[in-house]
């Protein structure tokens, strides 16, 4: 009896230490002159393109340092000539610029497995970040998505208790496509993944590029050119 006792003392304090290891986060928000957003239960979208955002943190700031990295997650049928540098406020490296994890696109399973059999900058400490977290969001405003392709931005060391605020990104060159989803992590001297951050609270952006019409404008437009050129072939047999 005693030694039940004691083994189930002894789970209950793994359960409550893994808990406590898990409870730190990092929450995506928009930032002036962008609309404020929120999370929605699923993720945070932001009609504003380009985007202006920040990861907050939440938990105990003892842990709140680590190398800070944002994640990208490009829909595949949005990469073609993808190239994105995104400017840092609040970071050690004032800008990064997108780098490819690999010229295979994520299109099952977790993200964190996914990184892990890439050969990842660092690695994460359970199995996370599964692709129907995403997917379904991204499709409902670009119904052509079918997966991923995962880009990495490097921001250097961080730490939440000494900083003079949160860190914040903008778009210093290239475009935002629609469907693009980022999330942030904080990362230990072993590379691994301390902090983390909850699906819903990653950035998806909703709107397409400036210029570049949505992708059901794109139908419809595709629909009217056919309807056009059948309703001059027809009269051309006149």
């Known amino acids: 009896m005693k030694r039940s006792?004691?083994?189930?003392?002894?789970?209950?304090?793994?359960v409550l230490a893994a808990s406590a290891a898990y409870a730190d986060t990092l929450h995506g928000y928009c930032v002036p002159p962008a609309a404020a957003c929120t999370d929605n239960g699923t993720i945070t979208p932001t009609g504003d393109n380009p985007p202006y955002f920040?990861?907050?943190?939440a938990g105990n700031l003892n842990n709140a340092h680590g190398d800070f990295w944002l994640i990208?997650?490009?829909?595949?049928?949005?990469?073609?000539?993808?190239?994105?540098?995104?400017?840092?406020?609040?970071?050690?490296?004032?800008s990064a610029s997108a780098s490819l994890v690999i010229g295979t696109e994520w299109n099952s399973g977790f993200l964190s497995a996914y990184l892990l059999a890439q050969g990842g900058?660092?690695?994460f400490p359970h199995n996370s970040h599964p692709l129907d977290a995403y997917l379904p969001s991204t499709q409902?405003?670009?119904?052509?998505a079918n997966g991923y392709f995962v880009y990495l931005f490097?921001?250097?060391?961080?730490?939440?208790?000494?900083?003079?605020?949160?860190p914040s990104f903008s778009v210093?060159?290239?475009?935002?496509?629609?469907?693009?989803?980022?999330?942030?992590?904080?990362?230990?001297?072993?590379?691994?993944v301390s902090v983390d951050t909850p699906n819903s609270a990653?950035?998806?952006?909703?709107?397409?590029?400036?210029?570049?019409?949505e992708p059901g404008t794109l139908v419809l437009l595709g629909s009217g050119v056919v309807g056009m050129a059948g309703m001059l072939r027809r009269m051309a047999q006149r």
């Open 5 to 14: 006792f004691t083994f189930l003392l002894f789970a209950v304090l793994v």
């Open 54 to 57: 920040a990861f907050s943190y």
């Open 72 to 94: 990208g997650l490009v829909a595949d049928n949005q990469n073609n000539g993808f190239s994105l540098n995104l400017n840092g406020t609040n970071t050690t490296n004032p």
């Open 121 to 123: 900058p660092f690695t």
């Open 140 to 144: 409902a405003v670009d119904p052509g």
């Open 154 to 166: 490097d921001f250097g060391a961080f730490d939440y208790k000494t900083a003079a605020g949160d």
């Open 172 to 192: 210093g060159s290239g475009d935002v496509p629609i469907g693009t989803v980022f999330l942030a992590v904080l990362v230990d001297p072993n590379h691994s």
């Open 202 to 213: 990653s950035i998806i952006e909703t709107a397409p590029p400036p210029g570049v019409p």
